[in-house]
Structures are given as structure tokens and as C-alpha cells.
């Protein structure tokens, strides 16, 4: 038994002869396109983005009394750049109880790590409540 319909003459004549179905192809196609265009805009993304120019790494947190707290932190960013990291002082339920931007300027490359690159740094933050941990929240480059 064939699965093709034919239709009679008499029904042919009043709705028309019916086209035959296309198989799946344009479909699949503009899947195909679809997911290609995708994955070409997610591989520009990653490409643009790649590798930060500057970042940071949390080392430790002290509490040097009532209103004062100290973050360690290391910054890594080209030698000759200046950058800026906001420090904040969090209380026990997260909240923001000190805050300080600190300039990081160029040093040279016996300073640091990774030839001058990878430096470390001490931000003593006031704050007016009681903390309980601090670190860096973000660092970004200053243009000259």
C-alpha cells in the first residue's frame, strides 16, 4: 500500500492537485544556519573578551580594631598600566560597612612576581560598623 495520496479526478478538479510534501531539507537548513550563526556569535564573544587586562586575587583579612579592617590582595596587569580596585568590608549578613578605592600605579619589574606584573597590596578600609570579612569587589584600568 502506497502512502502517497492520490486524490480522484472529481476532487483534483475542485481543490486542486495537493503538492507533495517537502521532505525535511529547508527545514534542516535553517536549523543548521540557525545553530552556525549562534555558535559564530558566542566564538566572536569569547574572542573580544578573552583574557582581562587586569585582575585580582584575595589573599587575607584582618580587623585592626574598632572601625578598622586590612585586605590583602594581589593585583596582576602589564607593568607599565595603572589600575584602580574598589576594597570592601562586609558585616555578618553581607552588608557593605567600608569601602576604599585604591590606585595601583606602574612598578617595575623587580617588583612582584611574573616580572613586575603580579603585585601585592594592603588597603586599610574604616568602617562604621562591625566586620567580619573584606576583599576585593572589582579592578579596572586607568587610562593614562
Not at 476532487?11 to 525535511?24: D, Q
Not at 537548513?29 to 585582575?55: D, F, K, R, Y
Not at 623587580?110 to 566586620?131: F, I, Y
Request: aromatic share 6%.
Amino acid at each position: 500500500m502506497s502512502s502517497a495520496y492520490t486524490p480522484t479526478p472529481r476532487v483534483a478538479n475542485r481543490y486542486g492537485t495537493p503538492k507533495p510534501k517537502e521532505p525535511l531539507g529547508r527545514l534542516r537548513l535553517l536549523v543548521i544556519a540557525v545553530i552556525l550563526a549562534s555558535v559564530a556569535a558566542v566564538a566572536a564573544v569569547a574572542l573580544t573578551t578573552g583574557n582581562p587586562e587586569v585582575s585580582f586575587k584575595d589573599v587575607g583579612f584582618s580587623l585592626a580594631g574598632d572601625g578598622r579592617a586590612s585586605v590583602d590582595f594581589e593585583v596582576t596587569k602589564e607593568r607599565s598600566a595603572t589600575a584602580q580596585c574598589a576594597v570592601q568590608v562586609l558585616s555578618e549578613n553581607y552588608a557593605v560597612v567600608g569601602w576604599k578605592v585604591v590606585t595601583i600605579g606602574p612598578n617595575g619589574a623587580e617588583e612582584g612576581a611574573n616580572g613586575g606584573d603580579t603585585t601585592a597590596h594592603r588597603a586599610d578600609v574604616r568602617t562604621d560598623s562591625p566586620a567580619v570579612t573584606g576583599g576585593v569587589n572589582a579592578c579596572w584600568l586607568v587610562e593614562d
